[in-house]
C-alpha cells in the first residue's frame, strides 16, 4: 500500500536534518520532502541526552549551521541551548511541518525501473507498517544507537546494592545530591559529567582505566562577542566561525606534524591547573598522540577547577569487580559509591539501522566504497550526513547538504533522475572508514563502508578541501554515473524490462 511520493526523504530530525530541511527549501525550492524522525521530538542527540551538565565540546561557531549565527555569549553551549536553536531553525523556516514524528525507517529498496525508493517505515505507538516512496534518500540519522548506549560486562555488577545509570539513559529522578559517585569513563561525557555533578554530590571520582587528552578553553569567545558588539551578527558570525575551523585545522595539523609539541603544550595547559605536586603524567597523559582519539574540551577548566577544590579527584586503574559498596579495583582500592555512572561510551549504528537493497539485492553496507564520504558505490540517489571527526560536526553536513542540491540540480537540468557513484578503479584499496584508535569506534569499524585510499572515494576530513571539492568541484568527475529510466511504454522500456 504506497501512500505518498516525495522527492527527497530525510531520514532524521536532529541537526542535521533540520539543516537539510533548510537547505532543500533554499537551494531545491521546488522539490517536495519529508523528514521522517523515529523519536517523538525535534533535535536528535540534543533532546536525547539530558545528564547533568550536557553540552557541546566544539565551540558553537562551528557546530552551529552556517546560514543561521549563534548569538548567544557561551561559545561551549549546554545541550537546552542547543536544542532551541536547532528547534527555532526548524519553526522559523516552516521546516517543523514537514517533519513525520514516530515514523523509523527499516528498509528501503530502490528500483530501478522506476527510479525511485520505497521507504518501509513502522510508524506510531503501535508499530504499524506504512510505505512511502521518494526520488532521493537522505540519511541525516547521526552515527550511534539511540536504544542503549556502550556498557562493557562488569563482573559483579549484580552485587552493587546502590544504582547504576547510563548517561544515556539519565532520568529526573536520579538523585544523586550528597551522594558519593563514580564516573566510570575518560572521554568528553565524563569529563563532562563530573564536576556537573560536584555541584550537589559529597564527592565525584572520575574512573578511568586510561587517560584522555583534556584541553581548557574559555566558556566565551571574547573576540566572537566583541565582533557581535559592533559588527551585523552574520558577518560577525562568519568571522568566528571561519577564526575557529584556521585554530581547530593548525592544532590539528600540529597534533599530526608535531605530536611531542602539542603534547608538551596540553600537559602545561593541565600542570598549571591543578595543585602542586598532582600526578599529571599517571592521570592525564594518554599513551596515543594527540588527535588519535577525539580531543576533550573543558570551558574555563571545570573539571580541574572541581579537582583543585576537592570535589571531584580522579583514578585511574582498572576494576577487578564490582562489590556491594562499590568498586574493587585490581591495585586492591576500593571505591565507595551510592551511585555509579558508566561514561562508557556509545554503540556505533551505520546508517540508521536501515536494510537497503538495489533492485532486489541486499546491500552490503562494509562491503562497498563510501564516495565522498556521503554515498554508497552501487547504491542510486542516496547520501547521507556524517560529520567531521576532527572538527565539528556540522561544518561536513552542510557542505553535504549543500552538495546534495547541486546534484539534484544538475540532474533536473541535464534530464537525469539516477545518480550513482560506480568504481572504475580496480587499483583502489580499502582503508578503514575512520582513523581514530578510539574505542568506541574500533569496536565498531566493521559496520561502516569501506574507505579508498584515492579521492574522490577518499574522507579527508579537511574543511577547507571539502569546500572546494562540495561546493566547487565538478559533479561529473567520471565517478559519478548519471542516467535516467526510460519511459513507460518506449522500446527501450520494454527491452530493459525483457533483458
Ligand atoms: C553527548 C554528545 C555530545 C556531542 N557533542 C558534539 C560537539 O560538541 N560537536 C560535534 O561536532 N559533535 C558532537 N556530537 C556529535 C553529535 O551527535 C553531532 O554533533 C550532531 O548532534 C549530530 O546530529 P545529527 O542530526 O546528524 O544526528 P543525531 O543528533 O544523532 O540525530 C539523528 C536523528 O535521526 C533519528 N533516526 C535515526 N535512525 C532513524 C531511523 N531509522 N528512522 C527515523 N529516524 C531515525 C534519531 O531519532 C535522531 O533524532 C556529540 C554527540 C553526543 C552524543
Not at 25 to 50: H, M, N, V
Not at 216 to 244: F, M
Not at 246 to 264: D, V, W
Not at 386 to 397: E, F
Request: aromatic letters at 10%; proline letters at 5%.
Amino acid at each position: 500500500m504506497v501512500s505518498e511520493h516525495f522527492d527527497v526523504v530525510i531520514v532524521g530530525g536532529g541537526l542535521s536534518g533540520i539543516g537539510a530541511g533548510y537547505h532543500l527549501q533554499q537551494r531545491c525550492p521546488g522539490k517536495s520532502y519529508a523528514i521522517l524522525e523515529a523519536r517523538e521530538a525535534i533535535g536528535g542527540t540534543w533532546d536525547l541526552f539530558r545528564y547533568p551538565g550536557i553540552r557541546s565540546d566544539s565551540d558553537m561557531y562551528t557546530l552551529g549551521y552556517s546560514f543561521r549565527p549563534w548569538e548567544e555569549a557561551k561559545a561551549i553551549a549546554d545541550g537546552p541551548s542547543i536544542l532551541e536553536y536547532v528547534r527555532k531553525t526548524a519553526s522559523d523556516n516552516g521546516i517543523d511541518r514537514h517533519i513525520r514524528f514516530r515514523h523509523k525507517v527499516k528498509h528501503a529498496s530502490w528500483s530501478s525501473e522506476d527510479a525511485r525508493w520505497t521507504v518501509e517505515v513502522e510508524r506510531g505507538p503501535s508499530g504499524e507498517t506504512v510505505e512511502l516512496t521518494c526520488s532521493f534518500l537522505f540519511l541525516c540519522s547521526g552515527y550511534y544507537n539511540y536504544d542503549a548506549g556502550y556498557t562493557p560486562e562488569f563482573p559483579g555488577r549484580e552485587r552493587f546494592a546502590g544504582r547504576i545509570v547510563h548517561p544515556q539513559k539519565w532520568t529526573d529522578d536520579v538523585d544523586y545530591a550528597g551522594k558519593r559517585v563514580v564516573v566510570i569513563g575518560s572521554g568528553a561525557t565524563a569529563i563532562t559529567l563530573v564536576p556537573a555533578m560536584t555541584e550537589k554530590a559529597a564527592h565525584v571520582t572520575m574512573l578511568q582505566r586510561s587517560p584522555s587528552y583534556v584541553l581548557s578553553l574559555p566558556g566565551q569567545d571574547v573576540i566572537a562577542n566583541t565582533l557581535r558588539a559592533y559588527l551585523p551578527s552574520g558577518l560577525a558570525y562568519g568571522i568566528t566561525r571561519w577564526k575557529n575551523v584556521a585554530l581547530g585545522t593548525l592544532i590539528f595539523q600540529l597534533s599530526r606534524r608535531a605530536p611531542e609539541l602539542i603534547r608538551k603544550l596540553i600537559r602545561a595547559g593541565v600542570k598549571a591547573q591543578l595543585p602542586e605536586g598532582y600526578d599529571v603524567d599517571k592521570h592525564f597523559k594518554p599513551a596515543y598522540k594527540p588527535w588519535d582519539q577525539r580531543m576533550c574540551l573543558v570551558p574555563d577548566g571545570d573539571l580541574f577547577r572541581a579537582i583543585r577544590h576537592g570535589k571531584a579527584s580522579v583514578v585511574t586503574d582498572h576494576i577487578e569487580t564490582f562489590t556491594e559498596k562499590g568498586i574493587r579495583l585490581r591495585s586492591g582500592e576500593e571505591l565507595e559509591a551510592d551511585i555509579i555512572v558508566t561514561a562508557t561510551g556509545l554503540e556505533l549504528k551505520v546508517m540508521g539501522g536501515v536494510d537497503f537493497a538495489v533492485d532486489g539485492a541486499p546491500v552490503d553496507v562494509p562491503k562497498v566504497f563510501g564516495y565522498k564520504g556521503m554515498m554508497l558505490e552501487g547504491v542510486p540517489n542516496l547520501a547521507m550526513a556524517l560529520g567531521y571527526t576532527n572538527a565539528s560536526w556540522t561544518l561536513k553536513c552542510d557542505l553535504t547538504c549543500e552538495y546534495m542540491c547541486r546534484l539534484l540540480n544538475y540532474m533536473d537540468a541535464h534530464g537525469h533522475d539516477r545518480v550513482m557513484p560506480t568504481l572504475n578503479d580496480p587499483t583502489l584499496e580499502a582503508v578503514p572508514f575512520i582513523d581514530f584508535s578510539s574505542g568506541y569506534i574500533q569496536r565498531s569499524i566493521h559496520k561502516f563502508p569501506k574507505q579508498g585510499s584515492r579521492s574522490p572515494w577518499k574522507l579527508y576530513q579537511n574543511y577547507a578541501l571539502d569546500i572546494l571539492t562540495l561546493r566547487y568541484g565538478a559533479l561529473e568527475d567520471g565517478s559519478l554515473q548519471f542516467s535516467r529510466a526510460p519511459a513507460p511504454g518506449t522500446a527501450l522500456a520494454e527491452e530493459r524490462a525483457a533483458s
